[in-house]
Each structure stands twice: as C-alpha cells, then as structure tokens.
C-alpha cells in the first residue's frame, strides 16, 4: 500500500488504497454540500490520537471536511459497494448514505477509514435522500465511544456536524453528518457482492487486500484464504462474547453490519439490556426476535457461514475440498466464543481460575436474574461492591443458596477475596449507556439544542470501572417506566 506524501495544517494524511482495488467495488463519489454547517460535538481525544489539529478542525475549513462540504488534500471520495443478508434475505445494497473519504495514516503507523455518513446520495442510494438526522447520529456517537470505554472493539465517532437542513422521514428532522472512523469498512457483505456479481480475479483482489491490510502476519501462509476465513472467526467469536458479558444487544446483525476487523459497527436499533432476558429484542422491526440477546451467537456464525461460502473459489480448487475446509472453519466458532464467554463471565465473579462447576455455577446465576427480573449490570456491580443485598433476589432461599456456592468457589481459590473483588471491579461496568439516559440526552439535543447532558453522559461513559460517586445517578433505573423499549432503523 502506497503511503501519500505531505500532511495537511489540519493534519489529514489521507491515503486511498481502497480506491485501486478493482472498480467494481466502490464508484467514486462526492459529498453533497449543505447550507449551514455547525458543529455539535467533536472527539478530541480521537482527534489528537489520528494526528489531527483540533483547532484547525474547529476552523471553518476543518468544520467544512467534517461536513462534506469541502475535500480534504490527499481525500479521494468514494461509495463502497456490498450485499448484505437483511433479516436473512439476500440484497444487494452499498453506501446509500456513506462516502469514505480516504485512510488517515496515524502518528502510530496504523491505517484508518475516515467516513462522512449522511452527507448525500451516493449510485448506491436506491431513492433515498442520503441524509442522516442529528438524534440518530449523536445516538452512534454515545454508543460507539461507550463501547469504547468497555473495551470492545468499534468503529469510533470523530465528530457530529448539523447541516442546517430538514430531513424528512416519519417527520420533519433536523440533519447532521457523522464523521465515523474504522479500522476498515470492509464487510461480510463486501465479499458476498464480488462472489456474486464479480469475477474470481476481483475476490481475489479483495482478498489479498484484507489479508494485507488486516492479517499481515499469514499473508505467506501456504492457504492464506482460509487463515483470513479462521482469523476473522476468530475475531468474531471474541467480539460477540464481549458484547454478551455486558449486555449488548445490536439489533441488525445482517451480513453487510458483521466486519471483517472484528470492529462493531452501524449502531442502529442498539441497546443494552437492563432487566435479563435472553429473548430481549428492542429493533422496532424484529418481529420474529432473530436479532434478540441470545441469539447473537448463533446468528453470528451463520454470517461467518455466508463469508466462508464467498470464499470458496479461494479455499481450494476442489469444490467439495473447499466445502470440507470452510465447514470445519466454521466448526471452531462455538467452541471459542463460548470460552471467550465463559472466561469472561468467571471474570466477572472474581474466579481466577478453572474447576468443571463454573458452568452450572453461572447458569444458575442467570436463571435466578431471569426469574426475578433482576438488572443485569447492576446486579454484578452490586456483588462486585459486595452488597448482594441491592439485587432483587437478595432474601430468596434461592439466592442464599447459590450465594453461599459462589463463596465457597471463591474460597477454594489461591488468590485472596481482595484480588477476586478487584478482578470483578475491571471486569462489571458500573455504568452503561441506559436507555432513558440516552434518550433524555437526545431529547435535550434534538429538541433544545441543548448538548451538555449528551457531553456528560459520554464524559461519565468513558470510564465505566471507575466506580466512582458521581457514577451513582447513571446506575440508577428510571423512576417511571418507559414502557417496551424500542429503537429504529435511523442510522
């Protein structure tokens, strides 16, 4: 990958090696311009860590970049094309309202996508207006650097900027473009596009890129194809795990929404759970719960089955070969995300190491939550501080007994009780990004104007182990119910 020469006063250091890959993976497009243009929020931390001057980004021309209104030097404007399995149907789909605008090299060597979303029709539109609205975007914005502060993998949010335009949906919004950054926008369904409506040559081409660009180290591998296949699993495996042990819910996990990184991505219709239930499901559109908690594993490896089959012509010359190595791939994801969980959920109560009980240990745990509606962060934040006493099932015969076989557990470890309660603490979030909180906080912005209890809430989010007093209030459920939750499609 050819590196650009020149860094910009505002620091973009773009290169586009996307753009040579063959063209039937992205037409080159550019941002629609808007009438008046203001920034709502910028990441300066994000900034400062992508070699970006924040002062220079805060000028009228940097305000301009983040907005699509002016192209930054050394930014080559473009819409990928994909597929995507929506809801288990087929389509094919690419940018409607996204336009990546290049790759910024950083300070620290890494390679970075830098993507406008909302800033106007793209070829792959398919009559929609391009535009996104200030709520949904500002709701990515908390979420994606929220799972940040958790540790897990995402694509990040560099900045919101109001176009000053109405957007029309459901009613009229106000708009917003949302400067998104990623270790790629490479997909699941960027490969299942070229297998079906490119050559073998192209998915090649593609291949051999993201190996480049992502696994490097089995780029010389004498099957290169089915160890990009196997780390991708890999990768899949420990991010759906990760969401799982904090109660994540995507919401559309369709093929075109699973990256090849391992990186989150598209914060539509996403939530966290605060009652426990498996069968959990907040996308107004999932009628039949494919997309609910407990079932993200399992939808995750029927996606990852969907990459393996794009790859065939790659994994062997023999079909049935390829069939035979693809298979047994995919095999190994259950395996790994369930140690990857397991692990974690030890973590969780403060078990340093392994005895064949863990298991049952926690699944009772989790039925008991089940059972007595119990929150699921703050019920392991409660026995992380240890007052099992502010868990809905405290005083249950039930309770007393698994509470007394958890310390048993504990007790029969090396470790002392101090370092379990220590491993619980960095392991159990004291907050997360509640519902009502991020609503009250979009209400304010949307309908105020009014973005100071968005930047506090994100400030609180970015440290959720710090377990501090001014955390308390974001712990706390709503005082009146808000009824069945329920998120949109709107990003």
């Known amino acids: 990958m050819t590196e650009t020469k020149g860094i910009s006063e505002t620091g973009w250091n773009f290169d586009n090696s996307y753009a040579r890959l063959p063209q039937s993976l992205f037409t080159l497009c550019n941002p629609t311009s808007v009438r008046s243009p203001k920034l709502i929020i910028l990441n300066e931390s994000l900034a400062a860590a992508l070699g970006l001057q924040v002062q220079s980004l805060r000028s009228p021309d940097g305000e301009a970049s983040l907005v699509g209104n002016q192209i930054p030097d050394g930014a080559l404007p473009l819409a990928q094309a994909y597929a995507g399995h929506q809801f288990g149907h087929f389509n094919r789909l690419g940018d409607g309202r996204a336009i990546l605008l290049g790759e910024q090299l950083t300070p620290q060597g890494s ?15 398919r009559g929609g207006d391009g535009r996104a609205a200030v709520g949904p975007m500002l709701r990515e914005f908390i979420i994606s650097e929220a799972m940040h502060g958790l540790g897990i993998p995402t694509t990040r949010s560099l900045a919101v900027m109001a176009t000053g335009q109405t957007v029309i949906r459901e009613k009229d919004l106000p708009g917003a473009v949302l400067t998104r950054v990623a270790a790629s926008h490479i997909r699941v369904g960027t490969f299942q596009y070229i297998a079906n409506w490119g050559t073998v040559d192209e998915l090649r081409a593609l291949a051999d890129y993201t190996v480049q660009r992502h696994d490097p180290n089995v780029y010389e591998e004498g099957n290169r194809y089915l160890s990009l296949l196997q780390e991708v699993i890999k990768r899949q495996a420990e991010l759906i795990a990760k969401w799982q042990l904090v109660g994540f819910i995507h919401g559309v996990m369709n093929t075109d929404n699973m990256t090849i990184s391992g990186e989150t991505i598209d914060y539509g219709p996403c939530a966290f759970m605060d009652e426990y ?47 035979k190595l693809a298979e047994n791939a995919i095999a190994g994801f259950g395996t790994r995300y369930q140690a990857h969980w397991l692990a974690g959920m030890r973590a969780k109560l403060g078990i340093h190491n392994e005895e064949p009980q863990d298991e049952s240990l926690i699944d009772k745990l989790l039925e008991l939550m089940e059972k007595h509606r119990a929150d699921y962060t703050n019920t392991f934040r409660a026995l992380s501080l240890d007052n099992p006493e502010e868990t809905v099932m405290f005083g249950t015969s039930e309770f007393k007994e698994w509470h007394e076989q958890w310390q048993a557990r504990l007790g029969r470890q090396q470790e002392p009780i101090t370092s379990s309660r220590e491993l619980m603490r960095v392991s159990n979030p004291a907050v997360i990004p509640r519902n009502h909180l991020v609503e009250e906080a ?10 100071s209890v968005m930047k506090q809430l994100i400030e609180v989010l970015a440290s959720p182990f710090d377990y501090s007093v001014n955390q308390d209030k974001y712990c706390s459920l709503p005082q009146t119910s808000i009824g069945r939750y329920r998120t949109y499609c709107g990003t």
């Open 111 to 125: 390679r970075v996508d830098i993507q406008l979303k909302g800033p106007g029709r793209t070829p792959y539109s």
């Open 277 to 323: 239930n498996p069968a959990t499901v907040f996308s107004s559109i999932d009628s039949q719960g494919r997309y609910a908690y407990g079932n993200q594993p399992r939808i995750a490896a029927w996606n990852l089955a969907r990459l393996a089959e794009s790859l065939l012509p790659l994994l062997h010359d023999d079909e049935d070969e390829a069939v």
């Open 442 to 451: 979009l209400e304010a912005a949307v309908e105020e104007e009014d973005y």
